[in-house]
């Protein structure tokens, strides 16, 4: 096999339709555009969404609720998975960037501490936040559950 040789598979290529190019090729007097109108016109385009002046789907269909700007979007990790990293790491404490390290959150995640299985050991968990059940477990092995500051974007 050679480049000059290669050639497409057969019936994969179709021939490409030579429009306004007279009568006797079929594809003449008004080059498959049809009569009239704006799609018929050269430079027509159309606009995303538009439907011919019909109400677009977009506006016909009900919207609810709302999206808060001010939401605080928070990645999860719950008391059994700090047990399992506790284990492999044999860690008495539990940092931001451990977990990062771990790689249960990224580098830029504000974490909180859910309270879904149970630690078995005492130990001292840094977070952006903690559930009621969470930080109740983790301090009554005698551990503490301490809240890390959030960072503020800064307004320029």
Do not use: C, W
Not at 23 to 34: E, F, L, P, V, W
Not at 35 to 59: C, D, N, V, W
Not at 78 to 83: A, S
Not at 135 to 154: M, P, T, Y
């Amino acid at each position: 096999m050679k480049l000059h040789t290669l050639k497409p598979a057969e019936g994969s290529t179709k021939a490409k339709k030579r429009v306004g190019r007279g009568q006797g090729s079929g594809h003449g007097g008004t080059s498959t555009r049809g009569h009239k109108g704006a799609k018929s016109r050269s430079g027509y385009k159309s606009k995303i969404g538009f439907e011919g002046g019909q109400m677009p789907l977009q506006r016909r269909v009900p919207k609810f609720g709302f999206k808060n700007i001010n939401r605080v979007e928070y990645k999860g990790i719950n008391l059994d998975t700090i047990q399992f990293v506790v284990d492999k790491t044999k860690a008495k404490s539990i940092t931001p960037e451990m977990i990062v390290e771990n790689g249960l959150a990224n580098k830029k995640d504000l974490i909180k501490i859910l309270g879904r299985g149970e630690l078995k050991s005492k130990i001292n968990i840094s977070a952006h936040g903690f559930s009621a059940k969470a930080k109740s477990n983790i301090e009554d092995l005698g551990g503490k559950a301490e809240v890390i500051e959030k960072k503020k974007a800064k307004a320029e």
